[in-house]
């Protein structure tokens, strides 16, 4: 049974950091397209980062140069490091896997997802 467990979130004032992690259970992990999603209450949910399986990186312009998506294969880990905090990225964060090469934008082409982890920023 495929389990994407993420961890790391928490309340931070603005212009603080935090890390997210996300352990998947997954036997090919490596060749899998991993990505960052969020949800605030009210909102459809985003893609905030992706890695593709080449260590491509993407990112949501309303992050770029604060956020850094990160993959460790060895260890079946995905990480978001994100810095420079502010209260609009107050949501909950999900962690999500899709069985192919390269990274979709789109929620509906991610086939396993996490239970979430929430950030709270407060101004």
């Known amino acids: 049974q495929v389990q994407l467990v993420e961890s790391g979130g928490g309340s931070v004032q603005s212009g603080g950091s935090l890390r997210l992690s996300c352990a998947a259970s997954?036997?090919?992990?490596?060749?899998?397209?991993m990505a960052w999603f969020r949800q605030a209450p009210g909102k459809e949910r985003e893609r905030v980062a992706a890695?593709?399986?080449?260590?491509?990186?993407n990112y949501a312009d309303s992050v770029k140069g604060r956020f850094t998506i990160s993959r460790d294969n060895a260890k079946n880990t995905l990480y978001l490091q994100m810095n420079s905090l502010k209260p609009e990225d107050t949501a909950m964060y999900y962690c999500a896997a899709r069985s192919y090469d390269w990274c979709s934008i789109s929620s509906g082409d991610f086939s396993y997802w996490g239970q979430g982890t929430q950030v709270t920023v407060s101004s």
């Open positions: 890695i593709n399986v080449y260590g491509y990186t």
């Open positions: 997954l036997s090919t992990y490596s060749r899998y397209c």
